[in-house]
C-alpha cells in the first residue's frame, strides 16, 4: 500500500513531505519520536498526547512508538481520499489552527517576537530568517501578519 501510495503522489508533493520529514527529524535518525511528532500536531492543532500517541500507533506497522518516513507520508496524506470540499475544509482549518499556534497572545496578529518563539521552539532559527519571513508574510508593511495575510503565505507554500 504505501508503494502505491508513493507512486500516486507527485514528486513535488513527496519532496516537500521529505524536506517537513527531514526539519523536523531533529536528531537525523531517519524516524520521528513522539517528542518530534509533538511539533507537527500542535500546528495541525492536535496537543493532546493520548490523541498524537493513537495517530502514531494507527500508522506505526512496526510498533516502535515511532513514525518512518513511509509512515509519515501516509499520515500526511490520508485525506487524499476526502471530497475535495472536505480536504478544502481541513486545509483551512489547520491554516487557522497553525495561525494560533504563532499568536500566541491570540490578539489576531502575529509579531516578530510571537514568530521567532514559535520557529525557535521548532529549531534552530537565525534572525534573518525570521526578517525574511516577517518580509515575506507582512503584505500590508505594518510589521504584523494578520489571518489574510498567513493563509495567503500558507496557500503559496501548498
Known sequence: MAQNLKRKLSGERLAELQGVFNSVDKNRNGVLSMNELETVFNLMGITDNTTIKAIIGRWDMVGTG??????????MEQGDLDSPETKDFKDKEFIRNAFSAFDTNKDGFITRDELKVVLEQMGHVTESEVTTLLREADSNKDNKIDIEEFVQVMSKRS
Open 66 to 75: 515511532k513514525v518512518s518516513f513511509q509512515d509519515f507520508v501516509k499520515i
